[in-house]
């Protein structure tokens, strides 16, 4: 059955991740890791009447090893070729698959700082193609393949074989892979759910959200014009594509010089090889202006470091607590599952397709609606079985939008 489930799972990352069209082109890219996933997934591509598919493979350890044996002088720069080659998969409108497992604590002992600058140069060389993933012609999706790695660090007491086979089922199960069941049905389904609350958010036009949890007091204003997105997106031509699997999550645009107050989180943060236990943030007029961490807090800094950006908000996310993910129990330590077991939100950039039009405004307009931009993406969960959310209009009307971890309202 794993074999059947493997395929399905390639199947759906295929139909429904970037809905593939006879005559697309696609891009995959994976690593050593996820080989077998990555096999399934080209052949899909290929079913579906793929004009044409690159593999891209990278390999962790050969990573590492540039981190820990290069010059010094290597981590401040890209070669240029290299982003004309990213460019030039955009401009032939290559769709693009990424396939990979969690990295974990493999970088833990890399220096910081070559960390820091490596992500600053590789930011800074992307930016200006990003212009291609911003107007929603690239379809696009993330999703995981389990490792080795990954499975003994959520199941360190099993066997390897074992602690792998456990590791698949929690993947599959989270992206709605059964035995029996159609998954591109299943994911169909589950689409239509997700944007039943995002058309309600929609009509409710909140000026600002306000969550009440222990340890968290926090109000957060919305972007002018912002929209809400819950599961699928759509290209310019009407194509609707889920850009990670799993998805539970409805997001949008905070206002990135409107939040105030106290935000404590509720799960650990795995970055850069290290996780950050219990910490929290206090925000003034948007910005964040303290931070505490129980564990590897120089790890964040770093991040939240990064650029001006970096301190201020880039999404809001609402996840049920009931979410398949959350009740499974266990902490993930990928942002891809973790972030869909609870709401969240990230640090950094944020997406243009959460503002009305976004996609066709300027850097400039943008910022005027309190659009974020930051070289980083940070997500952190907030979510639990005790957190409330209310939402305010700006003629002072509220509405509760989850108690006790739950939506308190059923759009369906």
């Not at 995981?144 to 790695?149: D, P």
């Not at 309190?370 to 003629?395: A, C, Q, W």
Request: hydrophobic share 40%; aromatic share 10%; glycine share 8%.
């Amino acid at each position: 059955m794993y074999k059947e489930k493997l395929k399905k799972y390639a199947e759906a990352i295929v139909r429904v991740g970037i809905n593939a069209q006879e005559g697309d082109n696609v891009v995959v890219n994976t690593d050593t890791d996820s080989l077998e996933l990555a096999r399934e997934v080209v052949r899909a591509c290929w079913r579906a009447g793929a004009a044409d598919v690159d593999t891209i493979i990278s390999d962790n350890d050969i990573a590492l090893g540039r981190f820990e044996e290069a010059r010094d002088d290597v981590f401040y720069s890209v070669p240029p070729f290299k982003v004309e080659y990213s460019e030039r998969h955009m401009q032939n409108k290559y769709h693009r698959i990424s396939v990979s497992a969690p990295r974990l604590d493999l970088f833990q002992n890399v220096d910081p700082d070559r960390l820091r600058r490596s992500s600053i140069a590789s930011s800074t060389a992307f930016e200006p193609i990003m212009k291609y993933m911003d107007t929603g012609e690239i379809k696009w999706v993330v999703a995981a393949g389990a490792s080795e790695l990954w499975a003994k660090a959520l199941f360190p007491d099993l066997e390897v074989a074992e602690a792998m086979d456990q590791l698949w089922e929690k993947i599959f199960t989270a992206c709605r892979i059964s035995d029996t069941g159609d998954a591109v049905e299943a994911w169909i389904r589950h689409d239509a759910r997700l944007k039943a609350y995002e058309k309600w958010l929609d009509t409710q036009q909140f000026d600002y959200l306000h969550y009440e949890a222990p340890g968290t007091d926090f109000k957060v204003g919305l972007a002018d014009q912002h929209k809400w997105i819950g599961g699928s997106s759509l290209t310019p031509d009407g194509i609707r594509y889920m850009a990670n699997m799993p998805t539970e999550e409805i997001f949008t645009t905070p206002h990135s010089e409107k939040a105030q107050g106290k935000l404590k989180s509720t799960m650990p943060l795995a970055i850069s090889g290290k996780v950050v236990e219990d910490f929290g943030f206090v925000f003034e007029d948007g910005k964040l202006v303290d931070f505490f961490a129980g564990k590897n807090g120089d790890v964040l800094e770093t991040q939240l470091d990064m650029d001006e950006g970096a301190k201020r908000l880039g999404e809001i996310a609402l996840v049920p607590n009931s979410s398949p993910i959350s009740q499974m129990g266990i902490t993930f330590k990928s942002t891809l599952f973790d972030e869909n077991a609870s709401c969240h939100f990230a640090f950094g950039k944020a997406y243009a397709e959460a503002l009305i039009g976004g996609e066709n405004m300027s850097k400039e307009e943008r910022a005027e609606l309190g659009f974020n931009s930051s070289m980083i993406h940070l997500d952190f969960m907030v979510g639990g079985p005790e957190l409330n959310v209310t939402g305010y209009r700006k003629d002072g009307s509220s509405v509760q939008v989850m108690k006790n971890g739950e939506w308190a309202v059923n759009p369906e």
